[in-house]
């Protein structure tokens, strides 16, 4: 067992749009250590999201290779990593992808029912802060606690990474800040390895892990020594 | 429940409508199918019920006078099973409180009670007394028309002479379940009746004592019948037999053949091409809204659900939404189906009707529907879920829209941006917006299919009763006469003109091939009575030789120029060789025709004739029937207005309530396809219509901008529906044609008309409906939604 969560060599990623040719990687070599927060900084079009997603199991890479701890996720077909996402990863959208059909409870419900060892959903919710909304349609919930239920489905699970993608970018700040308590306590409760993509610079003060990115490219890397509560932030 | 199953039935709940408008076409399609084939089956089993029961024969023959003793030579031929020797007249009866003079067959009563073969049901009412002169069963359709019940007394003119009756009871004969009377080119119980009267009082009447002139015989199974048919022809051939046949060239069997082709037709030409387009338009409906769920499909693959999961979560919501139109057309289908089988049962004279339901057939419409769903989200499915998930999540890229050829060459500049819009939507996705104007052309051609029959079926009648037969009355003799009795027809009263007619029994044989018919004999420049072309033109018969209907001609393969053998199968049962002078097309029957002299020199019996066609004055209608009543040489008048007007009837009853069926069905369809791609296109397109709408665009104009498009596609569609519609009529009217009638291919600028309306009358509905959530589309939800 190593202490290393992910570990990528020379990643690249490119997308063809028609006649255009997109780099959104251009070989990214990264270590992530087990059990940190890691916030991803980059502009908009910097590869976070194409990282993120890779490590993720979502999409592939073009070349380069990546390890979840001693799984080479780039040797894996479609139906191995579906198995990887559905035993070890969590996921959170910047726009929750709730399924709007489904109450609280069943969208988390979605997630414990193919899972090994998930919690209860009501359990889940109740880490959340959302005991009192369990059978709320999305519809009937702000959008704070919209990203809460998308939290709670992601850690159900209790996997080893929870990988986030803006999780407060369509939130105000009061509500941001108890999506990242959230996140936070998931990620000292459970030690799961957790990933954010985000604009907000003001987060990257209570993560572990700050990585900079621009044009598919790592500039650079810093490691916190000192971590502030999210409710220190404030953006 | 798992969490998946229960958003497949939210799903369900919250796609209710577009759902339901699939489900329906779909059960547009299964109903026809059950619809057809279930009245098809039902009367042909209560046909070979009724048969069975009451012991209807296999082979048929008429004689002018046959001793008892024959009987036993014919039951002596090999293969026969039973043989009923029986007398049968025709003769003018005279009802009260009725001036226009009916006709009735008088059937012999064996003297031990019930017939051997073709019995009778008898629904009220007792037998006669064997010995009674008076005492008469008399057919339901004719007891019903005048309310005669058992004691009920009318007149009838037995071989010459007034007889009054007495009804003891009302019968259904198996024989007559289809009762045409002599010259009637439809039944009417109101002036033709079955009676059937002790043998005694008819052989006493018709100076047929020991005897008989017709004679029903049952065939053994596994014999042939054609071998039993000229053993009976060579027996009967020195009592003046008129030529045995079997089933096919029995008259009422014949007509409800007939009606059972066309069923058959109907349930085996119609159902697949509504079914086959209901799962074209489920098809192509259900692709377009699996691709709406593209980012669900991502999501629940991004939370690790697996292809095949996801695939099937999605199948499930498909299966319920085509389960549903399944279980509704086969519902519809079944109502539809007893209801038109009471129909036919109300105008065959059926004792009783057998609904069949054939499982077999509403599992093949089930399967067809569901297949149809099934094959139609696969596609879709596929498509979506072979996607990375994070591909699936994120919108598809912005389409790469292109100018126009027409902008490109600076037309159109000035174009409205709305039909910009459109027309750039169209050119970017050229595949759905074919699929959807071939989807909206075959709603319309539905509608075509349907509604086509009501303009075929009025040339059809026209050239019948206004181009061919325009008499006002046909009057048949009692027996072959001479040329003289034309003269004193034209001396009853209130007759214009007379035109006297012959026809014969003949085999009409080319080579291998014969076909049993009649040949006509008619004047050679007859106005009454005409023989016409399909352009409604009056063909002047052929000096020599024969005419005869294509239809007839196609069945001996025969040629104009073509030498053919006429057996002549009455008098002196002569065979002729007959050059084939013209063939027309006409709509009824199998006929040949000939100049009435040509007939003559072939029969060879000098200048006789059967009967005649008149044209009477009105104001003299009473008295002409008060006359033709008192005349014992004729045996049976017909009416062309009242058979017009009977025809009028049937149709109505008959086929306008099939096409109404149709045409309802049609418009579900038609609602089904342009409701879903409305809806559809406003779920593609919501987030630019609400931010055109943030623009400061109004209500109207963002409605404008999503109906244009399909506007623009209706356009196109239209006369594409027509094409496809002509086509479908078309198929419908080879499935009609029959040996008794044939339905004229007419689709005229009223059917496109009224199929257009029809269409544009629901696509307007349905944009309307639609139109309703343009106006509540939540503005800021959707802008919130990424894009």
Known sequence: MTNTAFRTETLTKVYQTGDVAVHALRGVDLTLPLGEMSVLLGASGSGKSTLLNILGGLDTATSGRVWFEDMELTAMGQADLTRYRRDHVGFVFQFYNLVPSLTARENVALVTEIARDPMKPADALARVGLEHRLDHFPAQLSGGEQQRVAIARAIAKRPEILLCDEPTGALDSQTGIRVLEALQHVNEEFGTTTVVITHNVSIRKIAHRVINLADGRIVSEHVNTHRLQPSEVTW | MSALDRKVLRDLARLWAQGLAIAMVLAAGVATLVLGIGAQNSLSETRAAYYERYRFADVFAGAKRAPEEVADRLAAIPGVAAVHTRIKEVALLDIPDQSEPATGVFLSLPVTGRPRLND???????????????????????????????????????????????????????????????????????????????????????????????????????????????????????????????????????????????????????????????????????????????????????????????????????????????????????????????????????????????????????????????????????????????????????????????????????????????????????????????????????????????????????????????????????????????????????????????????????????????????????????????????????????????????????????????????????????????????????????????????????????????????????????????????????LQGRSLKLFRDIVERNILTMMWVYTLLAVVIAFGVVYNSVRIQLSERARELASLRVLGFTRAEVSFILLGELTLLCLVAIPLGWVLGFGMAWIVIQGLQSELYRVPLIVNRDTYGYATAVFVTVAVVSALVVRNRIDHLDLIAVLKTRD
């Open chain 2, 120 to 638: 009778f049901y008898l629904l009220s009412g007792r037998l006669p007394d064997p010995d009674s002169r008076h005492e008469v069963l008399a057919n339901e359709t004719f007891a019903k028309e005048h309310g005669f019940q058992a004691g009920a007394t009318f007149a009838a003119i037995l071989n010459g002479k007034k007889r009054d009756l007495v009804i003891t009871g009302v019968m259904m004969l198996p024989e007559y379940i289809y009762a045409l009377g002599p010259g009637d080119l439809v039944p009417d119980g109101r002036r033709f009746g079955v009676f059937a009267m002790p043998y005694k009082a008819l052989a006493g009447a018709f100076d047929l004592d020991g005897a008989f002139n017709d004679v029903a015989v049952d065939v053994l199974r596994g014999t042939t019948e054609a071998a039993v048919i000229d053993a009976v022809d060579e027996i009967l051939a020195p009592y003046g037999g008129v030529g045995a046949y079997d089933r096919e060239d029995h008259q009422s069997n014949a007509f409800i053949d007939a009606e059972l082709v066309q069923l058959r037709s109907m349930s085996f030409v119609i159902p697949p091409i509504f079914l086959a387009i209901a799962a074209f338009l489920v098809n192509i409906t259900i692709a377009r809204l699996i691709a709406l769920e593209r980012e669900q499909i991502g999501l629940m693959k991004a939370i690790g659900y697996s292809t095949w999961a996801v695939g099937f979560h999605y199948m499930k919501l498909v299966m319920l939404i085509a389960l549903v139109g399944v279980v509704i057309g086969w519902g519809a289908g079944w109502w539809l189906g007893r209801g038109l089988t009471r129909l036919y049962g109300d105008f065959f004279n059926f004792p009783f009707l057998i609904f069949t339901m054939r499982p077999d057939i509403y599992m093949i419409a089930a399967g067809a529907g569901l297949a149809a769903a099934v094959v139609g989200a696969v596609n879709a499915i596929s498509g979506v879920v072979r996607l990375p998930p994070a591909v699936a999540m994120s919108p598809p890229a912005p389409p790469r829209y292109r100018k126009l050829f027409t902008e490109r060459l600076g037309l159109l500049k000035r174009a409205p941006m709305a039909l910009t819009m459109a027309l750039r939507n169209i050119t970017r996705w050229p595949i759905r917006a074919s699929l959807t104007t071939l989807g909206l052309a075959l709603s319309i051609a539905t509608l075509v299919g349907a509604m086509f029959a009501e303009a075929s079926v009025d040339l059809m009648l026209e050239a019948t009763f206004f181009g061919a037969e325009r008499q006002d009355a046909t009057l048949t003799f009692t027996e072959i006469t001479p040329i003289r009795a034309v003269e004193a027809a034209r001396q009853l009263p209130g007759v214009l003109r007379v035109e006297p007619f012959r026809t014969v029994p003949i085999r009409l044989s080319k080579g291998h091939l014969s076909e049993r018919t009649s040949l006509s004999g008619k004047p050679l420049n007859g106005d009454l009575s005409r023989v016409i072309d399909f352009d409604l033109n009056p063909i002047s018969l052929p000096d020599q030789g024969i005419a005869m209907s294509d239809m007839l001609a196609d069945l001996i393969d025969a040629r104009r120029g073509d030498l053919v053998t006429v057996e002549i199968l009455a008098g002196r049962r002569e065979t002729h060789e007959v050059r084939v002078t013209a063939i027309v097309q006409d709509f009824f029957g199998l006929s040949a025709y000939a100049n009435i002299a040509t007939l003559n020199t072939l029969l060879r019996d000098g200048n006789a004739v059967d009967g005649v066609h008149i044209a009477f004055d009105a104001n003299d209608r009473e008295d002409l029937f008060a006359r033709v009543k008192e005349i014992p040489a004729i045996a049976a008048i017909a």
